[in-house]
């Protein structure tokens, strides 16, 4: 497989689940790696599994996306050691189950902090490069949170759908000047974001889900055709079509299913 022969993608947040799984996948399919995440120990063994298995050791770099000196190190780190990535997939994230009466501010602030602030940072440091370039495609991670709104999920969602507006926007701006924005919505996948997000496992057994690899698959076909828009969820994408189109009987149907699956819950 030599889709992404010697390309540069650089991915934030691939020390686990569907970053992770987006390195291994795209390291077989040839590519160069820039990896980043918090966990620098998590990144070195999973460099040294990409270097076992005969592919270019990727470079490992901490980072914090909430922090712009950080993303600005990593940039750094990335153009100096490797060059400007070609594809900079926008992974780094982490959720928050609560209702929000019972979400604490700090928390809160967190998540928007990570999911929209630390996205708009790493595209914000990257993007000079590839616009003197003149090419590259940026990703985005978000979910299909992003386009249906679930309760205590309120926060986590807003994000992505903020992230929806982000990709739109910058489709158009980027596009004319060789960028192309890609934004991949993922159902619930079976990572460590679950512990993360304090998501019930229970989640597990009522709603279909997949696993990192199988998502990462999804994205890394979304970055070889270009595609603007992908939901990497079957299930979903009817339930999205269905809210755009019909919004006030989806909304009927939908607030219907949710009150009678809490009920069930609770009972
Ligand atoms: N799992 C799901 O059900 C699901 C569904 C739809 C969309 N998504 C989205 O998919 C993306 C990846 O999630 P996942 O399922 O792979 O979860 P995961 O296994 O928890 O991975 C999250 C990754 O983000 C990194 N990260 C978190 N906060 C960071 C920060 N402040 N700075 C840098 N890196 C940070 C983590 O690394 P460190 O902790 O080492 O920093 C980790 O590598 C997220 O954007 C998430 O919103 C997930």
Known sequence: MV???NRLLAITGASSGIGRAVALQAAQQGAR???AA???DRLRDLADQIEAAGRPRPLVVACDVRDAESVESLRQQVETMVGVPDILLVNAGRGAFRPLVELAPA???DVIATN???AVFCVRAFLPGMLVRG???VVFVSSVLGELPAPEH???GATKFALTGLAESLGYELGPRGIRVTLVAPGLVSSEFAQVSGTPLVRFRQ???QTPERVAATILRAVHRRQRYCVADRFAAVAIAFRRHCPRLAHWVFARAIARAYARHRG
């Open 107 to 109: 928390e809160a602030a």
């Open 135 to 137: 090419s590259g495609q």
């Open 38 to 40: 918090r966990r620098l």
């Open 207 to 209: 709603v279909p889900h």
């Open 3 to 5: 889709r992404l022969s």
């Open 116 to 118: 929209l602030t630390g």
């Open 154 to 156: 309120a926060v986590y």
């Open 33 to 35: 790696l820039a990896l």
